[in-house]
């Protein structure tokens, strides 16, 4: 009895796991928006879902908040220290142009504190999707980056799940930056990189429903 229902929990995680894959790559940028290391996607949070993170950006710590609306719209609020102990407060705000599908990449355009961007992405492969975007006001110009799915949703043999796990990898008019996106059960995302490579950042993010 005991077995099965270990096997039962098991595969539930499993599946759980599966559906929320999807998502993962939704997680957020440093600043908040859903997105790869600091690039934005052409993706937005589903209409109802509400994430909060925690940052930490080269010495720096910040928390985000964002919310999708309408299932076309992305807004949210984040903070980072900006050196001097006091924190910044910005604003984000992104919405969808284009949906993507089979033959077309989506593109959505945005706004954060002190720029804006349109971006377009597209899966090109099953496990591979790229992303093309170009950034105005600060640091204008244009970016690129690519996620890689390494790995899916699995659990062990003793029913322990594995994270699903997606390498990312940008170039922004700041730099080349790089890392990895962890999806811990079904609701939180743990992401590593190095902006520039050589800046490190994590952030924990917990996605809930309405």
Do not use: W
């Not at 096997?7 to 790869?36: E, N």
Request: overall charge negative; hydrophobic content about 45%; proline content about 4%.
């Amino acid at each position: 009895m005991k077995a099965a229902v270990r096997r039962l929990s098991a595969s539930l995680a499993l599946v759980a796991a599966l559906i929320a894959i999807g998502g993962s790559v939704l997680a957020a940028t440093v600043t908040g928006s859903s997105g790869l290391v600091t690039l934005p996607t052409a993706d937005v949070l589903p209409a109802g879902a509400f994430e909060v993170g925690g940052r930490y950006v080269d010495e720096r710590l910040g928390l985000t908040a964002a919310f999708g609306a309408y299932g076309d719209l992305e807004v949210g609020v984040n903070t980072l220290e900006d050196g001097t102990g006091a924190l910044d407060l910005g604003v984000f705000l992104k919405g969808v142009l284009l949906h993507e599908s089979a033959s077309s990449p989506g593109i959505a355009v945005g706004y954060e504190s002190g720029h804006g961007y349109i971006v377009a992405s597209k899966r090109v492969a099953p496990r591979v999707r790229l992303h093309a975007a170009y950034l105005f006001g600060d640091d204008s110009g244009p970016a690129a980056g690519v996620a890689y799915s390494v790995s899916t949703a699995s659990v062990t043999s003793s029913g322990v799940p594995r994270p699903a796990t997606t390498l990312i990898a940008e170039y922004t008019p700041e730099g080349l930056n790089a890392g990895a996106r962890l999806l811990v059960g079904t609701a939180a995302t743990l992401d590593v990189g190095l902006i520039d490579l050589k800046h490190p950042t994590a952030g924990l993010t917990l996605r809930l429903a309405f």
